[in-house]
Structure formats: C-alpha cells, structure tokens
C-alpha cells in the first residue's frame, strides 16, 4: 500500500518549525481521538497515520532521514505506540495535562473528563529489586460517594441548571473582536449548581477512600523508575475513565553491592599474599558465595568479573554482571612471627627492588633534576 507523505498527512510544509508541526499534529490528534470518534476506523486510521507523522517529524534526527531517504529512512521502526493509551502516556506533558493529562483536552469536546492520576512511591532492597517482587500499598484514592451516588447532591434533591451558562458549562466572552468560548465561571463547567449538598461528601460526589493495592514490580527495577497500574487512578468526576496510577520506586543502598545500570560492583579487600601468590577467594553475590580465582600478582584495583551475576533486565534479555574490584589490605597489627617474617621480606627487597618502584624513583629524580635547573 502506497504510504502518504509524512508532511502531507500533517498538512505542513518541508519546511515548517518543530512548532509548526507539533500545531498540526495536536489540531488532528483532537480531531481523530478516538474517545471523539467511537467506532469510527476511518478517524481511528487517520489518527494512527498521524501519530507516526509526528513520531518521525518531531525527532529532528528520524526527520533528517525521512527528508533524505524517505519512508526507507525510517521504517522498521514503525510506530512505537501501539494505541491511544501509549501515545497519551508519551505526549501527555506536551498537552500540559498536568493530573488529566490528555484527557483534559480531549474531555471538553468529548463528554467526561478521565479521572487524575496519582503517583505512590515503593522502597526496594536491592534483592528485591533483583528478583521482581509483589508487594502491597496502602494509599487514600477518591471514590465516588456511596450517599449521593456521585452526584454531590442531598439525597433527594436535585441540582439546579446553571443560570450564567444556560447549562451549557460554557460562556461566550468578547474581547474587541475576539469572542472566546470559556469555562463557565459559575458552575465550572458542569452546567448544574448543587442546591442543597450531600452532608458525607460536601457536595463534591467524591470522598478518600483508602485502598490496597497489589503491585507486581519485574525483575531489575533500578531507583528512579515507575510501575504504571492502568486505571488505578482517581476515577472520573463524569463517569468517564479513571486516571492511571504510576508507582515509583526507590531502591535502598546495599551494604555490599553497588549498582552500575545493570552491573553490580562489588570492592573486595585481599591481603598481600594472596596478591603475589595468587589465590581462591570467596566473594558473595546475590544468589549466595561463589569462588574466584585471584591470578599471582594482582595488582591494587583490579577488577574481576563475575558472568551474569549483576541485575536482570526488566524488559527481558541478558543479565548484567558482578565487577569485583580488588584492593590490597595492609595489616594492622602484626604478631611476632609475622613481624619477622617480614623484616626478612624487607631486607630481601632492599637489594631487590620491584619494577614498578623503579620507574617511579626514576621519575621522581627526573623531577628533582628538571626543577633544580629551571
Ligand atoms: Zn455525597
Ligand atoms: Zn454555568
């Protein structure tokens, strides 16, 4: 099937700004929404052409391949969102949805506003964070009011029609030649005024109710991330869709491990002669001890790896891998079989000098020498 050209479908010149384009694209998302056009396959293709438009003209890199090469430029990518959802979770920002998100936008020409979303935060040891791990959240989420029905008003009573507005929710204001369509101040929209209000919710329809929730959070999370429930928002003051709930996670700093992306970095203290004479140590990880081999004269710093013993990747694929980096431990305290042992090393050294030591009383008398005559 013969594709439309990208700046067709968005109806903008080759040469239009990044301001012009995301203009055109939001003028036909609000047209095309699907939440505006129930049923519709025509809006529904028209929407999804235009969402692949933007997706390809608002990345100034992807749009440098298209003007080049064409669809080839930038195909096997396609569009990255699968439906209206994914394109409201990316784009939600840019249409300053705040709570709503989208659906403030799209609520005023298409009957009930989506519910707010709410945000909850999650603290992980790092263990959990490495297995996945369910875990329960208690938090206060608005719910319709058992009294009212929602509605807001007295049991019994019904709400009057906004005089302002004439029940439409809107008013029409003049400014010079401008005439501009506005939130009704009066009844904010909903077109009706709550003469007398229900005594549980104070008119609002809504009261906090606490609920339990069951978060199912993969394997490999890192700090920072969010775990989407969809539709465990507030729900919708209209009817409409309730708004999504985002958990964010913290993960603990571990004791031991340190985490790098998806590897971990573990800093394991070795004597002296298991640095020379080369060693067996056992170092943990997150599924328990394992042994390492330290090869004869590993030097301060270095660094052992550990195959796929770091973080698993939550979206799927190869797991990252424990770093062990080695630092040599100098004793404390020496006994006296120690003590002579090591003077005798001492003395041994004193004639025989390591090699890496050599260099560096070399340089260091190089430096003396250049500083002296300049
Ligand atoms: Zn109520
Ligand atoms: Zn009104």
Redesign the pocket.
């Known amino acids: 099937m013969a594709k439309t050209c990208y700046y067709e479908v968005l109806n903008v010149e080759r040469s239009s700004t990044d301001r012009e384009i995301s203009k055109a694209y939001r003028k036909l998302a609000v047209k095309f929404h699907p939440d505006s056009n129930p049923g519709d396959e025509e809006a529904s293709a028209k929407f999804k052409q235009a969402a692949e438009a933007y997706e390809v003209l608002s990345d100034s890199e992807k749009r440098a391949r298209y003007d080049r090469h064409g669809f080839a430029g930038v195909e096997g990518g396609g569009s990255q969102f699968g439906s209206a959802e994914d394109i409201f979770a990316a784009f939600g920002e840019m249409f300053g949805g705040g709570g709503g998100g989208f659906g403030d936008i799209f609520g005023r020409s298409s009957g009930p506003r989506r519910g707010a979303d709410i945000q909850i935060q999650m603290t992980l040891t790092l263990e959990e964070a490495a297995s996945g791990v369910t875990k329960n959240v208690q938090f206060e989420r608005p719910a319709n ?1 058992g ?2 029905d929602g509605s ?1 008003s007295k049991p019994g009573t019904q709400p009057q029609g906004c005089q302002q507005c004439g029940g439409r929710g809107q008013v029409l204001q003049s400014a010079g030649i401008l005439r501009v369509q506005t939130t009704c101040p009066v009844c904010r929209g909903a077109g009706k005024i709550i003469v007398e209000p ?1 005594t ?2 104070r008119g609002q ?1 809504q ?1 906090a109710k606490e609920v339990d929730l069951e978060v199912v959070i993969p394997g490999g999370v890192d700090d920072g991330m969010q775990v989407r429930l969809s539709g465990e928002g507030e729900p919708s003051p209209g009817g409409g869709r309730p708004g999504d709930c985002f958990c964010y996670i913290n993960v603990r700093k571990h004791k031991l491990f340190h985490r790098e992306g998806q590897n971990l970095i573990l800093q394991m203290p070795i004597s002296f002669t298991q640095a020379a004479l080369g060693a067996e140590i056992e170092v943990p990880t997150l599924e328990g001890p394992e042994t390492i081999k330290i090869k004869r004269g590993t030097q301060s710093g270095e660094v052992f790896k550990v195959v796929g013993k770091g973080m698993p990747n939550p979206r799927g694929g190869r797991k990252g891998d424990l770093l062990i980096q080695i630092f040599i431990e100098t004793p404390k305290k020496l006994d006296a079989e120690q003590e002579k042992l090591l003077r005798q090393l001492a003395e041994l050294e004193k004639t025989n000098v390591m090699p890496e030591q050599k260099n560096f009383l070399q340089r260091i008398s190089d430096y003396f020498a250049t500083s002296e005559t300049t």
């Open positions: 009011c009294t009212c807001g229900c549980d919710c329809g009261v």
